[in-house]
Every structure is written in C-alpha cells, then in structure tokens.
C-alpha cells in the first residue's frame, strides 16, 4: 500500500530532524522531532481506522458512543 502524502510529509520531517540532530544543527532533544512523530502516528492510526471500517455495515448508536468513549479516553482503558 502506497503511503499518503500526509504520512510522507511527516516522515520527510522526522528523517530532516534527525539528520539535523546527527548533524549537530539541532539539540538531541529537539521538541519538533517529538512533535513531527506524534504527528505521524496519528496520521498512520486514522489511515488505520479508516481503512478497517470502510467495508463494514453501519454500527448502531451504542458501538458508536462505545467506541468513540474508548477513543476519548485516550485508548487506555475500556468503557463500559
């Protein structure tokens, strides 16, 4: 599967970050890396989501507020 374009913005982010870390342009802490990769995890987990639901039926109301009251959450626990 080919990536999106907006998963390889991100990676070309990481992949500049790093370099300019290895470089010694930029500190080893720095923030915008962090950023860029929170960025593309997000990016590849609703990529993710969508492609798992796309052939599914309609969920009733009470999957839809289940899931979207884990997703809320924060993913870490479930909801009753």
């Not at 500049?16 to 990769?37: F, H, T, V, Y």
């Amino acid at each position: 599967m080919p990536i999106s374009p907006e998963a390889a913005h991100y990676r070309a982010i990481i992949a500049g970050r790093k370099r300019a870390i290895r470089n010694g342009e930029c500190p080893p802490d720095d923030p915008s890396l962090g950023k860029a990769q929170k960025a593309l995890r997000d990016v590849l987990l609703c990529e993710r989501a969508e492609r798992i639901v796309a052939d599914w039926e309609p969920l009733s109301d009470e999957a839809q507020q289940r899931i979207a009251a884990i997703l809320l959450a924060g993913g870490g626990g479930h909801a009753a």
